[in-house]
T-cell receptor, first 115, second 115 residues
């Protein structure tokens, strides 16, 4: 069974600084997708970024980028120029491309942004 | 706003009560989901509906009963719950239940407290 592990229950970053959130996963599949979701205090989960496993190039969305290490089964999220609005719970998620597979989430990392 | 609306936002119920959670999506999606979010645990997928048909039930106790009358609405009927059922219940929808690249859009959740 696939599992997703986020080893950092909580992280803090100073405004305008950079922070990296860790995620590792376990799978025997060769083709899959990885996601980072953000859950702000409003509780509504929002997709931040996604990565296809077959792509070597790391995905980037404005201030958000990933470091995808397929061999190490690692998928970290880097937030540059952190803003107060980035404060939220961040979830890493995995989904195999095999038809019918479900989205598997990690336990989440709380990110606090200090002004 | 993600286009997925959940009501109520908060619910306190006794162990002998019967209540229902409601989810509505305005995105024209074919799949809807119920997740349970407990503190410090990964999101747990409870039920998946595709085209109003239940396609997945992850060993959820019978005190939780889902209903999907049409592709835009999803209910979770609750009865004789236990205190350990207290959690945030999240509804999500996606274009397709089974495609790997499909992004899930989440509602804001219902904070349920069982007393």
């Amino acid at each position: 069974a696939q599992t997703v592990t986020q080893s950092q229950p909580e992280m803090s970053v100073q405004e305008a600084e950079t922070v990296t959130l860790s995620c590792t996963y376990d799978t025997s599949e060769s083709d899959y997708y990885l996601f980072w979701y953000k859950q702000p205090p409003s509780r509504q989960m929002i997709l931040v970024i996604r990565q296809e496993a077959y792509k070597q190039q790391n995905a980037t969305e404005n201030r958000f980028s990933v470091n995808f290490q397929k061999a190490a089964k690692s998928f970290s999220l880097k937030i540059s120029d952190s803003q107060l609005g980035d404060a939220a719970m961040y979830f890493c998620a995995y989904r195999a491309t095999q038809y019918g597979n479900k989205l598997v989430f990690g336990a989440g990392t709380i990110l606090r942004v200090k002004s | 706003e993600t286009g997925v609306t959940q009501t109520p936002r908060h619910l306190v119920m006794g162990m002998t009560n019967k209540k229902s959670l409601k989810c509505e999506q305005h995105l024209g999606h074919n799949a809807m989901y119920w997740y349970k979010q407990s503190a410090k645990k990964p999101l747990e997928l409870m039920f998946v509906y595709s085209l109003e048909e239940r396609v997945e039930n992850n060993s959820v106790p019978s005190r939780f009963s889902p209903e999907c009358p049409n592709s835009s609405h999803l209910f979770l009927h609750l009865h004789t719950l236990q205190p350990e059922d207290s959690a945030l219940y999240l509804c999500a929808s996606s274009q397709d239940a089974l495609g790997a690249y499909t992004e899930a859009f989440f509602g804001q959740g219902t904070r349920l407290t069982v007393v």
